[in-house]
């Protein structure tokens, strides 16, 4: 046993019967001590069923072995006890929303905000309006959220562009601030231009980052679309070729690429193939704009996930009151 872990079992023991079980749980966590952890929350949910045990339980299950089910499972557990509290409502909503079950997650997130009004929750809630396709409440509800000129500052203008409310789009992009701590990318923002049907501002935005991004066909098409659309050919030609010729090389350091445990002939294999394909796409891509194709838009959004540990002195949630 090495000095380090014989100090924290003396800690451990010390503080037996001094903190609460739960609370030792989550210390076992904070020390990374993820066996002892989970067997101690599992112990607390089957000897003591409550919301505080079940819910915590979950959270494990979800954030440390993401076991989207058995969490759900427990936390549905919890509802017969009618929680005080937002945590297993927002777990649940979060859950659903993993699973795409929309209706569900609204009705549990809205559930959550009726005790308190968190960036977890109000993000989370917005995004299960825009996949409801309410947009423009989803554009309310993303913009009471923190940050700015980030991605959830993003959703927001995406959420008025499909809301119908494009000036309100533009607008809020005009004002973007590329200074910002949470500032979320020019490629990104290049994109919605391009959506928005602003191609001067969009050729502006791909120029940022050109030449350190990676060439994905889908950027690649993004931009080669927006010169097209301003009728600069050369200058479309040259992107695609360039991009072209990255996926070669791309495909020559890969095959290049000394082998180890970490990566195997069949990686390399797998990868190589995946680079052969990606050009491949490339290489139809002027024809493709010469017949009209415009490339779809693709935007993705991820729930957020967070502290939900009842007890957890990091964040300062306390533990659960039972209502008696």
Not at 6 to 13: A, M, N
Not at 25 to 42: G, V
Not at 69 to 95: C, H, W
Not at 162 to 171: Q, R
Request: proline letters at 2%; hydrophobic letters at 35%; a negative charge.
């Amino acid at each position: 046993m090495t000095k380090e872990n014989s100090d924290l079992e003396k800690l451990d023991q010390s503080l037996t019967g001094l903190i609460s079980e739960n609370t030792r749980a989550i210390m076992l966590l904070e020390q990374n001590d993820y066996d002892e952890s989970y067997t101690l929350f599992k112990k607390l949910a089957r000897e003591t069923p409550s919301v505080q045990s079940l819910n915590n339980l979950a959270w494990f299950m979800l954030r440390e072995e993401e076991n989207r089910d058995e969490a759900r499972t427990l936390l549905e557990q919890t509802l017969v006890f009618n929680p005080k509290s937002s945590f297993p409502y927002m777990l649940l909503g979060e859950i659903a929303l993993h699973n795409k079950k929309y209706n569900e997650a609204k009705h549990y997130l809205l559930q959550a905000l009726s005790f308190s009004e968190t960036e977890e929750v109000t993000y989370n809630l917005a995004m299960a309006h825009f996949q409801l396709g309410e947009y423009k409440q989803a554009a309310k509800v993303f913009s009471r959220c923190d940050g700015d000129s980030g991605i959830t500052q993003l959703h927001e203008v995406v959420s008025w562009l499909y809301a119908g409310h494009v000036d309100k789009a533009k607008a809020l992009l005009a004002n973007w601030n590329d200074e910002a701590d949470d500032y979320t990318g020019a490629m990104e923002i290049a994109d919605v231009y391009v959506e928005l049907g602003c191609y001067n501002e969009a050729r502006v935005q791909f120029e940022k980052e050109w030449n350190s991004y990676y060439t994905s066909p889908y950027c690649v098409s993004r931009y080669a679309y927006t010169l097209w659309q301003l009728e600069d050919y050369d200058a479309c030609r040259a992107v695609v070729q360039q991009a072209i010729q990255q996926k070669k090389e791309e495909r020559i350091d890969e095959q290049q690429r000394e082998l180890d445990e970490h990566w195997t002939a069949q990686d390399r294999d797998e990868c190589v193939i995946e680079l052969i394909e990606q050009q491949q796409t490339i290489e139809t891509l002027w024809h493709r704009l010469e017949n009209g194709v415009v490339p779809p838009f693709e935007y993705d959004m991820y729930p957020n996930g967070g502290c939900q540990l009842f007890g957890c002195m990091q964040h300062g949630h306390p533990e659960y009151e039972e209502v008696t």
